[in-house]
């Protein structure tokens, strides 16, 4: 993805990926920042200093492979997880890729979200990097 050398992008989870809201702010608490460790293969959230949450995805010609999204417990509640998906297929679609959802955050995503399905890459298609790539997305 071309994001991971351009700034974070700041997020709450009351305001999505357009920054912090005025409740956030007089609360005291850290912004939530997202980014694309691309050497990692994982977005990560982080509250200040502390990693609150990660999707885990691989890569294909044109494709994500959502694989994984995890927030710990202690950050739980604060939307997080969405912002993470959000950040994600945002990222796709000006990437211009498609995303497949491995991780039933994002299976349920796009079930609930049809507004993204342009996003969704097509299931199983024999000889498509979906199956060729079993072996690589980790």
Do not use: K
């Not at 912090?20 to 509250?47: M, Q, V, W």
């Not at 996003?119 to 990097?129: C, E, F, V």
Request: aromatic share 4%; net charge neutral; glycine share 10%.
């Amino acid at each position: 993805m071309t994001t991971r050398d351009t700034p974070p992008v700041r997020a709450t989870g009351a305001t999505g990926a357009t920054g912090a809201s005025d409740a956030t702010r007089a609360s005291g608490d850290p912004e939530l920042t997202i980014t694309d460790n691309a050497a990692e293969r994982r977005y990560e959230a982080r509250l200040g200093d502390a990693l609150a949450g990660w999707v885990d995805y691989g890569r294909v010609p044109a494709r994500l492979v959502a694989l994984h999204t995890e927030v710990p417990p202690q950050f739980g509640g604060r939307g997080i997880a969405t912002a993470l998906v959000r950040r994600v297929l945002d990222d796709a679609r000006a990437a211009g890729i498609t995303v497949t959802p491995r991780c039933p955050l994002f299976a349920a995503h796009f079930q609930r979200h049809p507004e993204d399905a342009d996003l969704l890459a097509a299931p199983g298609r024999a000889g498509s990097p979906a199956r060729e790539s079993d072996q690589s997305e980790r």
